[in-house]
């Protein structure tokens, strides 16, 4: 009894931090998603399905800009996840190939772009590439590679280049940390023996390699998404959703609905509905990974 009592005293704040900041929020935002709400006023009554109505049909703006934002948010997590997922696994590779002396010093130096705040990469980034008086363009002008400036932050689809290269030199580093931590378990002695088995590097990959870190593989593809799905700083302090609204994101549509058109019921909706796309498409990506489990 005794035992019993002191692991729920330990599991107590656990479960109370979880009723705080995620169960008891959850239910209120169901709720408030089914009611007129407002910033200013407040509850202004039960409306139920109304809200997801207006979101998901007809020609109301607010079908429109939530379609808009879900798509530039799809075309956001096409362009970065790619570059993320295999491009910190590439690094990740490159890594593990130098020797022990190096290995530390290239890893501090991938990672520590993960350290800076996204406040601090959209400036340097917005500094580097801005059409006009942008580090890039200037450097490229002068050596003679364009003779006119490149609208990186202005015009589509440079823009979309510019997020991608943000977001990714910000944090391919964390996804290579976790590649090189599940490649350090493999056994060493496997590399040995498939060597003397005349074994070259591809098919040390398809054999020992990634079937040793498919796990930690699936599971930085599905943060990624996730990750990517949840976009806003980047677009928001270097484009604000420019030009037009073309690189909008479904967070920044859903601040927009909640703070300027004071709409904290339809805001609520959005978002749950945002939270249901991104469940059915983490799912897909599991039966997905276990069909190509099962086929082999």
């Known amino acids: 009894m005794k035992k019993k009592s002191t692991g729920l005293l330990f599991i107590t704040p656990f479960i109370l931090f979880f009723m705080l900041f995620w169960l008891i929020p959850f239910i209120y935002g169901i709720v408030m998603s089914l009611s007129k709400y407002s910033l200013i006023i407040g509850n202004q009554g039960f409306v139920g399905f109304s809200n997801y109505i207006k979101i998901l049909v007809g020609d109301s703006m607010y079908h429109n800009s939530f379609l808009l934002g879900l798509k530039?948010?799809?075309?956001?997590?096409?362009?970065?996840?790619?570059?993320?997922?295999?491009?910190?696994?590439?690094?990740?590779?490159?890594?593990?190939?130098?020797?022990?002396?190096?290995?530390?010093?290239?890893?501090?130096?991938?990672?520590?772009?993960?350290?800076v705040s996204v406040t601090a990469v959209a400036a340097v980034f917005v500094w580097l590439m801005k059409g006009?008086?942008?580090?890039?363009?200037?450097?490229?002008?002068?050596?003679?590679?364009?003779?006119?400036?490149?609208?990186?932050?202005?015009?589509?689809?440079?823009?979309?280049?510019?997020?991608?290269?943000?977001?990714?030199?910000?944090?391919?580093?964390?996804?290579?940390?976790?590649?090189?931590?599940?490649?350090?378990?493999?056994?060493?002695?496997?590399?040995?023996?498939?060597?003397?088995?005349?074994?070259?590097?591809?098919?040390?990959?398809?054999?020992?390699?990634?079937?040793?870190?498919?796990?930690?593989?699936?599971?930085?593809?599905?943060t990624t998404i996730i990750a990517s799905f949840n976009v806003y700083g980047q677009p928001?302090?270097?484009?604000?959703?420019?030009?037009?609204?073309?690189?909008?994101?479904?967070?920044?549509?859903?601040?927009?609905?909640?703070?300027d058109r004071n709409d904290l019921g339809i805001g609520s909706a959005m978002t749950l509905l945002m939270g249901i796309v991104i469940v059915i498409c983490s799912i897909?990506?599991?039966?997905?990974?276990?069909?190509?489990?099962?086929?082999?």
């Open 72 to 115: 530039n948010t799809v075309i956001f997590t096409a362009c970065t996840t790619p570059f993320l997922v295999l491009g910190s696994l590439g690094l990740a590779l490159l890594l593990d190939r130098l020797p022990d002396k190096c290995k530390g010093i290239f890893r501090t130096i991938y990672f520590a772009s993960y350290s």
């Open 132 to 222: 006009n008086g942008g580090y890039l363009n200037n450097l490229m002008m002068n050596i003679g590679i364009i003779k006119k400036a490149v609208p990186w932050m202005e015009q589509q689809p440079f823009v979309w280049v510019s997020l991608t290269v943000a977001t990714v030199w910000w944090t391919i580093g964390y996804n290579m940390m976790l590649f090189v931590n599940a490649l350090n378990e493999i056994d060493p002695q496997l590399y040995e023996a498939s060597a003397i088995d005349g074994a070259r590097y591809w098919k040390q990959f398809r054999y020992i390699i990634f079937p040793g870190i498919k796990n930690v593989f699936y599971f930085v593809l599905m």
């Open 236 to 259: 928001r302090l270097m484009t604000k959703g420019g030009p037009g609204e073309s690189t909008k994101p479904v967070i920044m549509v859903i601040t927009s609905t909640i703070m």
């Open 284 to 296: 897909g990506q599991y039966f997905l990974t276990k069909e190509k489990e099962e086929l082999r």
